[in-house]
């Protein structure tokens, strides 16, 4: 498995901008499928959004789309959520999270996943 560190969380006003980072332990990077998950008080963790290996294709829960970007690096071991436009809704603890199959969709729950971030809390305030 691979071991992630995510960050870049705070506290943020509503139409602001964040961007978190997840750096992966592994040189073999490149060869998982990332994802940022994220997981409201009181609420279950849910799908935000997925990119493929190669970077060439994204993913966004409908709830998101249009104002986050998700990115990697392959080089830095690196994936990247940039969050515009932030709603009091989207407050959250986030979490990267690594799948090594694919699975035959890029639209994954908690449980396809196999390594985990610890998490980041990103507060948005109206």
């Known amino acids: 498995q691979v071991q992630l560190v995510d960050s870049g969380g705070g506290l943020v006003q509503a139409g602001g901008s964040l961007r978190l980072s997840c750096i992966a332990s592994k040189r073999t990077f490149s060869s998982y499928i990332m994802a940022w998950f994220r997981q409201a008080p009181g609420k279950e963790r849910e799908f935000v959004s997925t990119?493929?290996?190669?970077?060439?294709?994204?993913f966004y829960a409908d709830s998101v789309k249009g104002r986050f970007t998700i990115s990697r690096d392959n080089a830095k071991n690196t994936v990247y959520l940039q969050m515009n436009s932030l709603k009091p809704e989207d407050t959250a603890v986030y979490y990267c999270?690594?799948?090594?199959?694919?699975?035959?969709?890029?639209?994954?729950?908690?449980?396809?996943?196999?390594?985990w971030g610890k998490g980041t809390l990103v507060t948005v305030s109206s």
């Open positions: 990119i493929s290996r190669s970077g060439g294709r994204t």
């Open positions: 999270a690594a799948r090594g199959q694919y699975g035959g969709s890029y639209y994954y729950t908690p449980g396809d996943m196999d390594s």
